[in-house]
């Protein structure tokens, strides 16, 4: 399969460009910035992409590109800090001095432009808008070069055609930049030559194939949340070596209303052992009387190694683990591959003294979004595959304070209302769930006068669930929850809604 390197100089949109490349048929990469030629000769890229960075390209400490790199003859775009790189490393000039320039400006095409134009001579390119977001920028293009197009402070594009080397000001990745997709396309097809043979279907055979390859006829084990990563995980296995994997899921009793049921239900229909271990009173016992968050955490982590350890005990040697890891998680430990046992869905890691030969990784490649077609094309139910994130410890992080079973089941009813009110709009929140506050509050239910729980509900809007900002939800619908909940469930006599952004706030209360 051809490929496409996205070397990383510590830019926020690496993997946007990345999944970009892989949306137009492509399969992509990401590395360090500072590979070596070697290395890459290895990977045999059809283009390279240079992405953006928070640094100066003209400092000593500056991450930098093996300068053979240019020399490869393999087309290269630069973006931002990768534009900067090439001008600096080929003899051109980059300065800080003057504004900069952080937003949407527009962009004026000066001259006829590989990236933009359709044939090369005719210049039919017409002014658009780019995300800008730099300070550093090109004042001098290198000899070869020819600058494509200015904005009002700076140089926003070059080219040296001839050498298929180009650089871009602006971030043609993201969707505030008006054709900017199309832009890596004609980088893609037209100068990389790219045949576009990056298919999923394509993709899930050779990975059904790898699998029964490497595994032969041994025996597998699996963690199974029910999240999306280890339930398409197992879907793949199931599908690559029937019969021959072990799922182990773990109920905590933390789950929301019929979650454990539905996972059973799905997984049981599979070509595949499917043990559930309802764990649920254990758990319970464990965090009695409990209040404090990360306490709380901890010992539901722990607990849930000591059930994984003593099932997987009762199953004798099992040579292969299987983990959900994805591309992500990789590219974020520095390309560590396989090198851990991943922390099983933030609860805890898997205990060390489990003896397993081998990881098998089957999503390690993938992105989110990847996985959840995979897991659409298997077959999986939509609830599984596109689910919102649900926290490891579950419930338990949402009933503040002192955990009950009396707590737990109130705010899985309540839980229940809220995801299917929200579930009908046609945007919906990224996350939404209801809260069991330590709150009591007084009510008048008929003619009497109650004192029951304060519930909450958040609604969060957000890409990276590293700053959010709550939900104006229509207040049709809000009054639709309130009165919904105030009137099914017995011990709820009032309701707020959460108006709290992150930060200062997070997305959980606990
Ligand atoms: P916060 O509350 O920190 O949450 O704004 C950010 C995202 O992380 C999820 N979250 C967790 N996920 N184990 C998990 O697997 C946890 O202990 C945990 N705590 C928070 C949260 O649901 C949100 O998506």
Redesign the pocket.
């Known amino acids: 399969m051809e490929k496409v390197l996205v070397l990383d100089f510590g830019g926020q949109y690496k993997e946007l460009i990345a999944r970009t490349i892989r949306s137009l048929k492509v399969y992509s990469i990401i590395k360090p910035g500072t590979i070596s030629v070697e290395e890459i000769k290895k990977i045999a890229p059809i283009g390279i992409i240079l992405t953006g960075g928070p640094q100066s390209v003209y400092l000593e400490k500056s991450v930098k590109p093996d300068p053979a790199i240019f020399e490869l003859g393999i087309p290269i775009l630069g973006i931002c800090y990768g534009m900067q790189l090439i001008a600096h490393m080929l003899g051109g000039e980059v300065s800080g001095e003057g504004a900069g320039e952080y937003g949407q400006f527009n962009v004026l095409p000066t001259r006829e432009w590989a990236l933009v134009t359709d044939k090369f001579g005719v210049h039919n390119a017409k002014p658009f808008k780019a995300l800008m977001s730099h300070r550093d920028k090109v004042v001098r293009v290198p000899a070869g070069f020819v600058p494509t197009s200015h904005t009002d402070t700076c140089i926003a594009s070059m080219d040296n055609h001839h050498k298929k080397i180009y650089g871009v000001q602006f971030h043609p990745e993201v969707s505030l930049t008006q054709g900017g997709k199309q832009i890596i396309q004609k980088f893609l097809y037209n100068i990389c030559e790219a045949r576009g043979d990056y298919k999923l279907g394509n993709f899930i055979k050779g990975i059904i194939k790898e699998l029964k390859d490497s595994i032969g006829d041994k025996k597998v084990l699996l963690a199974l949340s029910g999240g999306v990563d280890s339930s398409v995980c197992a879907a793949l296995l199931s599908k690559a070596i029937p019969n021959q994997l072990t799922c182990i899921f773990v109920d905590h009793g933390f789950m929301r209303q019929g979650e454990g049921d539905e996972v059973e239900q799905v997984f049981s229909n599979m070509d595949l052992d499917f043990i559930r271990v309802n764990a649920q009173s254990r758990f319970l016992r464990k965090v009695e009387g409990v209040e404090e968050p990360e306490t709380k ?1 901890k010992i539901i982590g722990e607990e849930f190694i000591r059930v994984f350890e003593e099932a997987a005990a009762k199953l004798g040697d099992i040579p292969f683990l299987a983990q959900g890891t994805i591309y992500p998680d990789i590219v974020e430990s520095g390309g560590a591959h396989g090198a851990t046992i991943k922390s099983h ?3 805890g890691g898997l205990p060390d003294n489990l003896k397993f030969s081998k990881l098998v990784e089957p999503l390690s490649s993938l992105f989110k979004d990847e996985v959840r077609k995979i897991g659409k094309r298997l077959g999986l139910p939509d609830f599984l595959v596109n689910r ?6 579950g419930l338990a ?1 949402r009933v503040v304070g002192e955990i009950t079973k009396e707590k737990l089941d109130t705010l899985r009813e309540v839980d229940a209302i809220v995801r299917a009110e929200l579930d009908k709009l046609s945007k919906k929140p ?2 939404y ?1 209801a809260v069991l506050t330590n709150t009591k509050s007084v009510g008048v239910k008929g003619d009497d006068r109650v004192y029951d729980y304060v519930v909450a509900v958040r609604a969060v809007v ?1 890409t990276d ?2 700053t ?1 900002t709550y939900m104006k939800i229509p207040y049709k619908i809000l009054d639709t929850i309130v009165n919904r909940i105030t009137s099914e469930i017995k011990t709820v006599s009032r309701v707020v809604y959460d108006v709290s952004s ?1 930060p200062p ?6």
């Open positions: 955490r869905h933030n609860v919102q994130p649900f926290p490891g410890p992080i990224n996350q769930f957000t669930f590293m959010a992150k706030s997070t997305i959980e209360w606990e």
